[in-house]
């Protein structure tokens, strides 16, 4: 099955700087890889995604890129801002396995003012 | 509009009691996912379902049970609680579009077995 790993577990940034999270991949037949991100005491919410067929995808500060050669894909946030602080979670699925996407542990920012 | 709703947010069980925590959806989403957060861990995949009468075991499933009568309901039933049962639970639904399958998550519950 598909193996997620994400890293760095926990990133702490000064407000302002730029923040990345990478994961890799294992099964090539994933083509999907959302972005999630956890609040305390919620639930992970979607923030961005990326499909297999497109190396790069910008919204406003955050940003996605795929490099599906090496099977690796990262988010990228600019002028990082202290309610960015939370746990961030990538994820892949593909098309035939019932829409199931495998998580990677997650990775706490914490952006100091 | 609430999304996905999830009851109790908390719970304290007893070893070996049992309980079932309630995942609801108004989003007429075809599939629903049951997840297990430990603490400083991802989303750990329990059961899902395409579709009602339709369910099937995710990655950590043993101890668990799940029922899917209808599209909005999905809920997960605990036997004989342990403590390695103590986390996070997480329900999703998502609208099945394979290519792009947006999970929206509910605010989880809490569960603690002593």
């Known amino acids: 099955g598909e193996n997620v790993e994400q890293h760095p577990s926990t990133l702490s940034v000064q407000e302002g700087d730029s923040a990345v999270i990478k994961c890799t991949y294992s099964?090539?037949?994933?083509?999907?890889f959302p972005w999630y991100k956890q609040e305390l005491g919620k639930g992970p919410q979607l923030i961005i995604d990326?499909?297999?067929?497109?190396g790069e995808k910008k919204d406003q500060r955050i940003a996605v890129t795929l490099n599906k050669t090496a099977k690796h894909f990262s988010l990228h946030i600019t002028e990082t801002q202290p309610e960015d602080s939370a746990v961030y979670f990538c994820?892949?699925?593909?098309?035939?396995?019932?829409?199931?996407?495998?998580f990677g542990d997650g990775t706490t920012l914490t952006v100091k003012p | 509009n609430a999304g996905v709703t999830q009851t109790p947010k908390f719970r304290i069980l007893k070893i070996g009691q049992s309980m079932t925590l309630q995942c609801t959806q108004d989003?007429?989403?075809?599939?629903m996912y049951w997840y297990r957060q430990d603490p400083g861990m991802g989303l750990k995949l329990i059961y899902y379902?395409?579709?009602?009468?339709?369910?099937d075991k995710g990655e950590v499933p043993n101890g668990y049970n799940v029922s899917r009568s209808t599209t909005e309901d999905f809920p997960l039933r605990l036997e004989l609680a342990a403590p390695s049962q103590t986390s996070v639970y997480f329900c999703?639904?998502?609208?099945?579009?394979?290519?792009?399958?947006?999970?929206?998550f509910g605010a989880g519950t809490r569960l603690s077995v002593l």
């Open positions: 379902s395409v579709g009602a009468g339709i369910t």
């Open positions: 999703a639904g998502a609208p099945g579009h394979l290519a792009k399958n947006i999970q929206y």
């Open positions: 989003m007429n989403h075809n599939y």
């Open positions: 099964d090539s037949a994933s083509n999907y």
């Open positions: 994820a892949a699925s593909g098309n035939t396995n019932a829409g199931k996407s495998t």
């Open positions: 990326i499909r297999s067929n497109v």
